[in-house]
């Protein structure tokens, strides 16, 4: 099993520019989130889903979109990208009841 | 809304020696998980060890333990015969029971083992 995968591993943008971070479990998990992590701090949620075609805001939501069309997909899409947004952003999942959450080997995003 | 607090941004230790990180939460729950994440160099997340707050042991992975104090919402880590390979980023999480949306975690702790 490949567990949590995400692409790509780091990006550049430019401000204003879109991009969409792609993130695939093959554990046939319900539960799928995105995460940022700034420099020094832990991480803050940014997204959830809790199956397909149910998504749902975390704690810093803005400035980001999610879309789940199937329980293998969760795709983070950033519209107009700001200098706020540079982070290190990861996915997990996990099955509802387990609780410990998988996570993916994150994506770094660098926008200038 | 729940809050994790790790008040030591940076410990050291040597090879072999033991050493404990700090974790305190805040929570009005009765029911949750803790967790001890490791974020080595690489950025990957690595599960470390978990508690259910149901459980009065602590729980214990190998050279790994916790000291879950649930009323003094307390959730300590101890690495006993610490290892290079231990060197990394320690993060406390928090979440609830009754649903798998709302993870918290702590700043972190960055720990490194001395030859």
């Known amino acids: 099993n490949a567990g949590v995968t995400q692409t790509p591993k780091f990006r550049i943008l430019k401000i204003g520019q879109s991009m969409t971070l792609q993130c695939t479990q093959d554990?046939?998990?319900?539960?799928m989130y995105w995460y940022r992590q700034d420099p020094g701090m832990g991480l803050k949620l940014i997204y959830y889903s809790v199956g397909a075609g149910i998504t749902d805001k975390g704690e810093v939501p803005n400035g980001y979109n999610v879309s789940r069309s199937t329980t293998e997909d969760f795709p983070l899409r950033l519209e107009l990208a700001a200098p706020s947004q540079t982070s290190v952003y990861f996915c997990?999942?996990?099955?509802?009841?387990?609780?410990?959450?998988?996570f993916g080997p994150g994506t770094r995003l660098l926008v200038l | 809304a729940q809050t994790v607090t790790q008040s030591q941004p940076e410990m050291s230790v040597q090879e072999a020696e033991t050493v404990t990180l700090s974790c305190t939460y805040d929570t009005s729950e009765n029911n949750y998980y803790l967790f001890w994440y490791k974020q080595p160099p690489s950025r990957q997340m690595i599960l470390v060890i978990r508690q259910e707050a149901y459980k009065q042991q602590n729980a214990t992975e190998n050279r790994f333990s916790v000291n879950f104090q649930k009323a003094a919402k307390s959730f300590s880590l101890k690495i006993s015969d610490s290892q290079l390979g231990d060197t990394a980023m320690y993060f406390c999480?928090?979440?609830?029971?009754?649903?798998?949306?709302?993870?918290?975690f702590g700043a972190g702790t960055r720990l490194t083992v001395k030859p």
């Open positions: 999480a928090f979440m609830k029971q009754v649903d798998n949306n709302d993870m918290r």
């Open positions: 997990a999942s996990t099955q509802v009841g387990v609780g410990t959450q998988y």
């Open positions: 554990m046939n998990h319900n539960y």
